[in-house]
Each structure stands twice: as structure tokens, then as C-alpha cells.
């Protein structure tokens, strides 16, 4: 699960900090995840997987409108 994130990542963005920083919050947010109780666990499965999708998608739009700004500063 957590390698097929990773990949997921080095396909949408090539930015390495912008992995690094999600990679470090993934690890706080299982950490997190594995301390409270199992039955909460269970219930944050489906949420991870759905952030899974978003937060790729979101960083992208992000990237694209960064790209934009640098393009009108020059």
C-alpha cells in the first residue's frame, strides 16, 4: 500500500520536496493512526485511500498554477 503511494507520487510530481514533505506527513498520520484504537482504524481506512487520491491531485493543480506565476514573472 504505503510503496504503491510512493510510485503514485514519482509519477505525478517530480518536485522532491513536495514528495518529502507529503512521504513525512503520511508517516506522522499512520503513526497517529496506529496509536489510537483499532476500531478507529478501521473506520479511517476509506479516508486515507480517498486522501490518497486527493492530495496528488491537489499538489498537481498547485504545481500547474506555480508554473503559470513563474511564466508571468518573466
Avoid: C, G, W
Avoid at 510503496?3 to 509519477?11: G, K, S, T, Y
Avoid at 514533505?21 to 481506512?45: A, D, N, P, R, W
Avoid at 492530495?55 to 504545481?63: H, L, Q, T, W
Amino acid at each position: 500500500f504505503f510503496l504503491l503511494f510512493i510510485l503514485r507520487l514519482n509519477d505525478i510530481t517530480k518536485n522532491f520536496t513536495v514528495k518529502l514533505f507529503i512521504i513525512t506527513s503520511y508517516i506522522m498520520l499512520i503513526t497517529v493512526v496506529i496509536v489510537t484504537e483499532m476500531q478507529v482504524h478501521i473506520v479511517l481506512i476509506p479516508v486515507f485511500t480517498i486522501l490518497l487520491f486527493m492530495i496528488p491531485a491537489f499538489i498537481k493543480v498547485k504545481v500547474i498554477d506555480e508554473n503559470k506565476d513563474l511564466k508571468i514573472n518573466n
